[in-house]
């Protein structure tokens, strides 16, 4: 799976995504750079999340597992509002809107 797939199969669940409180997400790291090894490469994201819905972290969890069910890869979301700025500049370089 490359880049475009995730982001595809992402946007095919956007409905379920959105009502499970995820605004939007931005795939970087290898997989928005186009380097991601089959079978080695997690999916990284950063989520942002609906402001008005507390998401508690079993929330979180279910979260990163459904996406984890969605690609068929493991997948690294990370929060927005909790990058630290290195991280935060770095991936804002490379990240694509899924």
Do not use: C
């Not at 750079?33 to 609906?50: K, L, W």
Request: overall charge negative.
């Amino acid at each position: 799976m490359n880049g475009e797939q995730v982001i595809a199969k992402l946007r095919e669940h956007e409905p379920e995504l959105k009502a499970a409180g995820v605004e939007h997400l931005f795939l970087h790291g290898s997989y928005a750079r186009g380097t991601a090894v089959a079978d080695v490469s997690d999916v990284d994201v950063i989520a942002e999340f609906d402001r008005g819905r507390r998401l508690s972290l079993l929330d979180m969890v279910a979260i990163e597992n459904r996406l984890a069910d969605v690609l068929g890869v493991p997948v690294d979301p990370s929060p927005a509002n909790t990058l630290k700025a290195p991280v935060r500049q770095k991936a804002a370089r490379e990240a694509v809107l899924a």
